[in-house]
């Protein structure tokens, strides 16, 4: 059996760098003191994501990048790989991004939303293009909020590359302001229940990385490729979560066996 310890981080949802930087050099601290390889943590956590009641100023490139180095430091500091969410300046507008901070802290790429919700495109624009990543041991991808959730063809594109993990940063509440106690509880919003899903149609882990709040609307957790939690931090408390994964399990033998040409519509 294989094994590598994994984190997934639920930050506070901030609306400015100066609350999103240390509350994302935190998450990733706390990471390398639980040993964990790799954390992920939400959705445009840099500077916070925009759908939300606070107002979040604008934030221009230069002050990103900045940003950035100083958690790609901390990244350095604590020898882990880090998944960072952020806005990315374009002349199209804001995109959403997953960087990838490697655990010296250079850059190892980015991930861009190509899936917008319909919610957020009075802020954001989507980007075009997927990739996977090979770092801390494994090969993962990264399929941001509304892409697990609505669009299963980009996990299952991840999985057919050989993503063994695919993380899901998200921002997820409820719709009526409540806090979720159970995981996967009928009354909770549908996105736990598409996680463990995602989890299950390709035998793969899925780690997923929500903010904490008074209305956090889904998990931050780990999933096996079975379906089952194996992780999770309470909902509405920051800070990050740890579990040791068996990289043996994750063999994308559902994923793999889809046979679209035995799927065609009938030719009439």
Excluded at 17 to 40: F, N, Q, S, Y
Excluded at 97 to 124: C, F, H, M, N
Aim: glycine content about 8%; some cysteine; proline content about 6%.
């Amino acid at each position: 059996m294989s094994t590598i310890r994994i984190a997934v981080a639920s930050t506070p949802l901030t609306a400015t760098l100066d609350e999103a930087v240390p509350a994302a050099v935190e998450a990733i601290e706390e990471a390398g003191r639980l040993d964990a390889r790799i954390v992920c943590l939400p959705e445009a956590a840099l500077p916070g994501h925009r759908d939300q009641p606070r107002r979040v100023p604008d934030v221009d490139a230069a002050a990103l990048d900045e940003a950035l180095d100083v958690v790609g430091r901390a990244t350095a500091r604590a020898g882990i790989v880090a998944l960072v969410g952020a806005e990315r300046q374009t002349a199209a507008g804001r995109e959403i991004v997953q960087v990838v901070l490697d655990a010296d802290g250079s850059r190892l790429g980015e991930q861009v939303k190509t899936q917008i919700d319909p919610s957020e495109e009075q802020w954001y624009v989507a980007g075009c293009g997927r990739r996977t990543f090979r770092a801390a041991g494994i090969t993962f991808g990264i399929a941001i909020c509304h892409e697990a959730y609505r669009y299963p063809e980009i996990t299952r594109a991840l999985a057919l590359a050989g993503a063994q993990v695919v993380f899901v940063p998200h921002y997820v509440v409820t719709d009526d302001g409540s806090l979720p106690t159970r995981w996967g509880d009928a009354g909770n919003p549908y996105n736990e229940k598409a996680l463990m899903v995602r989890a299950l149609e390709n035998t793969i882990y899925v780690a997923a990385a929500n903010n904490a709040g008074p209305t956090q609307g889904s998990v931050t957790g780990i999933i096996r490729p079975d379906g089952a939690l194996v992780a999770s931090l309470p909902y509405g408390d920051v800070g990050v979560v740890a579990a040791d994964i068996d990289l043996d399990a994750a063999d994308g033998l559902i994923a793999r066996r889809w046979a679209p040409d035995r799927s065609l519509p009938a030719v009439v």
